[in-house]
Structures are given as structure tokens and as C-alpha cells.
């Protein structure tokens, strides 16, 4: 049995085991009316790694995501440093440090990129901290092309600078977890190549990273574990390397010519 220690980290304040990781779902279910589109699905993202969800259209991965944020009701378990968490719905998850830059990116087209980046920081600082500024630093040093387009309307940027400015919104609130659906969706090769980049140096700050991906190669390249999802239970898991290599993941996934 894993040793235990007095929860000062744990977002309920009770005992932890040590290596809990920072998310947990144990038997996770959830339904749209009678119709179950999640059937127990058992995961974890330890701290600091990128753990990838692939699976076909269709199978929950955004049903999953939505439901981890409070965003969709669940039944089944989802416990934050081995522990419940301490509030329920989005605001709890906000405030323990996860995040979401959902599929459609979600931004303010009418105002402009900084604008948005403000708003992202807004449930973590107050107007004018000085952290503010500190991470929108952070934020245009990661994406150098956003501090160049500081002023312009969202509705305005590329696909891949609005995919860039849903990341960086983001990463204003400071997130322990980021919860990433789709970020290469519609995206130039390049373009895909550089937002994978980002992911990988994200986790090299300590940001951990739950990624879901049609995108199965650059994902399974990328992350350090993997699940495999159809029709909304976990079909494979393990390390995102052995699973590429996995000829089930190659046939269904990852095409011939995979090397
Ligand atoms: N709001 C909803 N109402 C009813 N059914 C829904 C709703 N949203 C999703 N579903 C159904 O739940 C199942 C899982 O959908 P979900 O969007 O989570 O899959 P996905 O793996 O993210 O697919 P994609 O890769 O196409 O985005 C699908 O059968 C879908 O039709």
C-alpha cells in the first residue's frame, strides 16, 4: 500500500496517497438522457505529463473534457490530488487549477487579442496585479506572434493564431492541468507542428496536460501516456510509445508508412 501523507495540497484537505495524481477518474459515466455516452471510464494524468485521449469521431473525448471541467453532470469519481474536490462545477475546477481550451477555441472576436488574454486572468487577479502582467509576459514570450497582434480583433487572427490565443487565455489563469480538445483541429501541417511544440515546452513548466486528439500520431509523438477511446469506454492505455507501436493503434490510427 502506498504510504499516506497529511493532504496540505489536496483540494479537500484530507490524507492523500503521495504519488496520487493530480486528476483521477474512477468509473466515470455520463449520459445525454437516456442515452449513455460514457460508460466508467478509469484515468489519470500524474502532475507535469501530457496524457492523450485518441479515438474515432464520436467516441467522448469531449464528453469527457466537459465532464472532468463540471462543464456536463457525471456519476462515478473524479478526484483532484487523490482526493474529491473541494467545490463541484467549473468555478471548483477554475479555482483548483484546471482549464479547458475547448474545440471551437470560444473567443472574443470583437475584442482584441490582449483583451481576451485579460479575461482569462480574471477569475485568478485582480485588474492591474502585477502577476497579470507578469503572465501576460509569459504569455507573449510563448507566443511572440500574439504580442505582435496585441491590438488586433480576434475574429480577425488565422487559425492558428486564434488556437494560439485560446492557449494563452488559458495559461493567463496559471492552470496546474490543462484540458486541450482538438488544439490541431483545421490547422496548416506547420502550423499543427509549432502548437505541438508549445504542448511539449508547456509540460517542461510543469503544466500537465489531458490532450485530445483525432491528430493520433503528432499526439501519440508528443504525450507520455495514451488512452484509446470507442464508443465511450477506454479500449487500450499505456504508454503513449508502446501504444504506437501497437498494431491495433497502427491499423485504426496511424495508417501505413507510419515511419
Ligand atoms: N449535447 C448532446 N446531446 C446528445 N448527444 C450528444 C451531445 N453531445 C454529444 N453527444 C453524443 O455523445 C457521443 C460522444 O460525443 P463527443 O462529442 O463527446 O465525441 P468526440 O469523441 O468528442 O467526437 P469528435 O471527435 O467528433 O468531436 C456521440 O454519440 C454524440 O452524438
Do not use: W
Request: with cysteine.
Amino acid at each position: 500500500m502506498s504510504a499516506i501523507r497529511t493532504g496540505a495540497s489536496s483540494p479537500a484537505g484530507q490524507a492523500a496517497p503521495v504519488d496520487a495524481p493530480l486528476l483521477e477518474t474512477r468509473g466515470l459515466c455520463v449520459a445525454y438522457g437516456k442515452v449513455e455516452a460514457l460508460h466508467g471510464i478509469d484515468l489519470a494524468v500524474p502532475a507535469g505529463t501530457i496524457v492523450t485521449v485518441i479515438g474515432p469521431n464520436g467516441a467522448g473525448k469531449t464528453t469527457l473534457l466537459s465532464a472532468i471541467m463540471g462543464l456536463l453532470p457525471s456519476r462515478g469519481e473524479i478526484r483532484l490530488d487523490g482526493a474529491a474536490p473541494r467545490r463541484v462545477g467549473i468555478e471548483g475546477m477554475v479555482a483548483a487549477g484546471l482549464n479547458l481550451v475547448p474545440e471551437k477555441r470560444e473567443l472574443f472576436g470583437e475584442m482584441s487579442v490582449e483583451d481576451n488574454l485579460l479575461l482569462g486572468a480574471f477569475q485568478r487577479y485582480r485588474t492591474g496585479h502585477r502577476d497579470q502582467a507578469r503572465s501576460m509576459e509569459e504569455v507573449y514570450g510563448l507566443f511572440p506572434r500574439l504580442k505582435e497582434r496585441r491590438r488586433q480583433l480576434a475574429a480577425t487572427l488565422s487559425g492558428g493564431e486564434r488556437q494560439m490565443l485560446a492557449l494563452g487565455r488559458a495559461l493567463m489563469a496559471k492552470p496546474r492541468l490543462l484540458l486541450l480538445d482538438e488544439p490541431s483541429l483545421g490547422l496548416a501541417p506547420r502550423i499543427v507542428k509549432e502548437i505541438f511544440h508549445i504542448i511539449a515546452e508547456l509540460r517542461r513548466r510543469g503544466v500537465a496536460i489531458l490532450l485530445v486528439e483525432q491528430n493520433a500520431r503528432a499526439a501519440l509523438q508528443t504525450a507520455d501516456y495514451a488512452y484509446v477511446l470507442e464508443t465511450g469506454q477506454v479500449v487500450l492505455a499505456g504508454p503513449a510509445g508502446e501504444l504506437a507501436d501497437d498494431p491495433r493503434v497502427i491499423e485504426s490510427y496511424l495508417g501505413l508508412g507510419r515511419k
